[in-house]
């Protein structure tokens, strides 16, 4: 197992158009989270998954993002209408929830997004 | 609302020195404690985490503490090296139940001089 893996590892885009990240979890983890991290800053949470239900959203995640995790596998991140301000990376997470424990998340590389 | 602080920004060691990295967070009831290594550009690396029922934890030169009724945690390097060099970020995992998430301090730059 290769750990969280992500992809593009960076995007760049015009305002106003779409773009979608994937994240590849770590195979046997049942969680999955996104987060966003600016310049000197920590990273915020967005939005995360227990297999394929969508447990949580953050209220900096606007209409225009939209998570997906279809089978509990894999998990798409898409920004519609990108804005200046969306310029930032995006990271996502994995985690193993068993029973009460909540367990080390591990972290992918990152998409770094940048909008023009 | 759970806050993390990490002070200072920014620091800067000769290679050899032992040194600590504070971590500072306003409600206690968290369920873990995790501190992380980012370097310029790239992902976090989990370095330790910490249950909320545990007072500390090593891995080789690391060695992670936690103080949960007073709301504090600190990461102690040993005999600092120059590819200690990145920033330190440490989150809390807080919430309830299915509400839980890692809550992140801003980090701490560490540049350790050859």
């Known amino acids: 197992d290769t750990g969280v893996s992500q992809d593009p590892r960076h995007k760049i885009t015009k305002r106003g158009q779409n773009v979608t990240f994937r994240c590849d979890p770590i195979?046997?983890?049942?969680?999955l989270y996104w987060y966003r991290q600016t310049l000197g800053q920590g990273p915020e949470f967005l939005t995360y998954?227990?297999?394929?239900?969508?447990?949580?959203k953050s209220r900096l995640l606007s209409d225009r993002f939209s998570a997906e995790r279809p089978k509990g596998s894999f998990s798409t991140l898409e920004i519609q209408r990108t804005e200046q301000g969306d310029s930032a990376m995006y990271l996502c997470?994995?985690?193993?929830?068993?029973?009460?424990?909540?367990?080390?998340?591990?972290f992918g590389p990152g998409t770094r997004l940048t909008v023009l | 609302k759970q806050e993390v602080t990490q002070i200072p920004a920014a620091l800067s060691v000769p290679e050899g020195e032992n040194l600590v990295l504070n971590c500072s967070f306003t409600d206690s009831a968290i369920y873990n404690l995790q501190w992380f290594r980012q370097d310029p550009g790239k992902g976090l690396t989990s370095l330790l985490l910490i249950q909320s029922s545990q007072r500390e934890q090593t891995s080789g030169r690391l060695n992670a503490s936690l103080d949960k009724s007073s709301g504090r945690s600190t990461l102690y390097i040993a005999a600092s090296q120059p590819g200690d060099s990145a920033t330190y970020l440490c989150a809390v995992m807080h919430g309830t139940g299915a509400n839980s998430k890692l809550t992140f301090g801003k980090g701490i730059t560490l540049s350790v001089r050859p």
């Open positions: 998954f227990q297999n394929e239900a969508q447990l949580e």
């Open positions: 195979s046997e983890h049942n969680r």
């Open positions: 997470a994995s985690s193993h929830r068993s029973g009460w424990m909540l367990n080390e998340q591990f």
